[in-house]
């Protein structure tokens, strides 16, 4: 377990945020993470959708429960956290 950089590009945010996450969260843990700094703040809640993390310069949706650690990312790297139909 070790703190892992990342930037939140939370969907409709205006603001990116840094956010620390763990090297053993989940994908879905570093999304509630980014959303913590984003929602209810300048983002508002979409109750039925899921938040799902995907990679900023490529694009790749990364699988819910696949960790930090699997994932390949470099610290500060920027992760698009979007709402999509369950």
Request: contains cysteine; charged residues 30%.
């Amino acid at each position: 377990m070790a703190m892992f950089p990342i930037m939140s590009n939370f969907e409709r945010d205006f603001v990116i945020q840094l956010v620390p996450v763990d090297t053993e969260d989940t994908m879905d843990q570093v999304a509630e993470k980014c959303a913590y700094h984003s929602i209810n703040r300048r983002v508002r809640p979409q109750p039925g959708k899921t938040l799902r993390v995907r990679r900023h310069e490529d694009g790749m949706m990364f699988p819910r429960d696949m960790k930090v650690s699997d994932a390949g990312l470099r610290p500060t790297e920027t992760l698009d956290i979007l709402f999509l139909d369950n």
